[in-house]
């Protein structure tokens, strides 16, 4: 988590930053209280915030139960007395002040307020900064505006969360940014919960924070337009949803288990114990090392910038799955980042990669592939918005989300040759299609050689 600081008067705003998951957290500091805006699995850094400036942490303020991350609300509460704070909508079990429309935080010589922000979830707020003078310095808004963006709006249409459809959601967005957001002045820094690659928008600016003013000169969704074009441009591809959100969003509701018990509670297993047949072998090892052995039937998903995101994709949120890695470090780091999605539970067993790995995967003739694309049944396993532009003609497209449930689909009478835009996600899709399809197709994975070839015209 990298920290942003900002400082605005008499207050001190830091923001901590997962690239991982693209998650921005605050802490507003004001004398000697601290209120938390949104904060991750981890409570320590938090807490090390506080200490630094021999400060107590006093609130914690979620803007929504959130979808795409477990937050620390409820353990940093029981561990240092602060009040956590969310709207009443969001109906929470947890111990809890609600914090709607009027109502206020005293925190130093500033205030805290909140305003009700409806549309990426029912339940959103943002709140705002006000200086002792009574003037707006920034918003915290959730994931209801981000710089260059705004939230999407269906994510609670399950009936497990709530069953909200899209168009009403995205209706309630409509009217939040109008009537709330946009007429704050435009001097007021605009602090989002998300940023880059975010699943919980579609075009999120590299920038992690604004300005109102900005916003409204540069961000689409809040130029003019009736609330029926509003609706239709918001609805338009948005990204997939992976299988852990709406899990995530129950889990909030409730509140997170400790971070650090939860991740000491996951067992840690000898690599040469037998593993319970049928359960997900999630590895986490390089894509080199896995092509090299591995066991029959495991899942290649390298450790890197996204782990959570995919993992949380193929994965069922209550799915049993074994962890494996070729480092106790690395292990200790996948089990971390597992925790973050609120999955650590489903671990049935952390191990060290076995020394004997009896499944091998074949290694790709690139220039075949090059000359003789029609030799092989190609699956291009990017999303649908980036399938558009082919890069081979009569690609099967089955997103990497959708692989597992829909790999019966692949045809068997060719090799099958496997590719994503830059090789992370292949290495999982092949593995995925090599334990599912007979032992007699190979199954080949294009890696990061799809970035030497060209992408066919788009068809019209």
Not at 311 to 319: C, D, K, N, R, T
Not at 408 to 437: D, F, M, W
């Amino acid at each position: 988590m990298s920290p942003l600081p900002s400082s605005t008067g008499s207050v001190q705003i830091q923001q901590f930053y997962d690239k991982g998951l693209a998650h921005a957290s605050y802490a507003i500091r004001s004398g000697r209280q601290v209120a938390i805006i949104d904060p991750a699995r981890d409570p320590q850094p938090y807490y090390d915030f506080a200490d630094e400036h021999d400060a107590k942490i006093i609130a914690v303020i979620e803007t929504h139960p959130h979808a795409d991350f477990v937050s620390s609300h409820l353990e940093i509460a029981r561990e240092t007395g602060a009040t956590i704070y969310a709207s009443k909508l969001v109906k929470a079990s947890y111990p809890h002040q609600p914090f709607d429309d009027g109502q206020r935080i005293t925190l130093g010589t500033v205030e805290l307020h909140a305003l009700n922000t409806p549309g990426h979830s029912p339940d959103s707020i943002s709140v705002l900064l006000m200086d002792e003078l009574g003037q707006t310095r920034a918003v915290f808004t959730g994931d209801t505006l981000f710089v260059g963006d705004v939230g999407r709006p269906d994510l609670r249409e399950s009936d497990i969360v709530g069953g909200h459809s899209r168009e009403e959601l995205a209706a309630q967005l409509y009217q939040s940014t109008r009537q709330k957001l946009m007429t704050l002045p435009g001097t007021t820094r605009v602090y989002p919960a998300h940023g880059p690659g975010s699943l919980c928008g579609k075009t999120t600016s590299p920038d992690l924070d604004s300005t109102i003013g900005k916003e409204l000169k540069t961000n689409y969704a809040l130029q003019p337009m009736s609330e029926e074009e509003f609706i239709k441009v918001l609805l338009e591809d948005q990204p997939f949803m992976p299988k852990y959100f709406g899990h995530d969003v129950l889990l909030n509701k409730q509140g997170a288990p400790s971070f650090e018990d939860s991740v000491r509670a996951v067992p840690r297993l000898h690599s040469g114990v037998a593993l319970e047949p049928g359960v997900v072998l999630i590895d986490t090892r390089p894509a080199e090392q896995f092509r090299a052995g591995h066991l029959p039937g495991a899942i290649n998903l390298m450790d890197g910038g996204k782990f959570e995101t995919w993992l949380g994709s193929i994965v069922g949120p209550q799915e049993p799955f074994y962890l494996i890695a070729d480092s106790q470090i690395a292990l200790d780091t996948v089990i971390r980042k597992t925790a973050k999605i609120g999955y650590e539970g489903n671990i049935k067993g952390a191990l060290l990669a076995p020394r004997e790995l009896p499944a091998t995967s074949p290694a790709t003739d690139v220039e075949h592939v090059r000359q003789q694309p029609q030799d092989y049944t190609i699956v291009d396993i990017r999303n649908r918005t980036e399938a558009r532009q082919p890069i081979f003609e009569n690609a099967l497209v089955i997103p990497l989300p959708e692989l597992r449930e829909r790999a019966q689909e692949v045809p068997t009478n060719k090799p099958v040759l496997v590719h994503c835009a830059g090789g992370y996600r292949s290495a999982a899709g092949a593995s995925i299609l090599q334990a599912a399809l007979p032992p007699s197709v190979p199954v080949y994975d294009l890696g990061e050689a799809i970035s030497t070839f060209q992408p066919q015209s788009a068809p019209v």
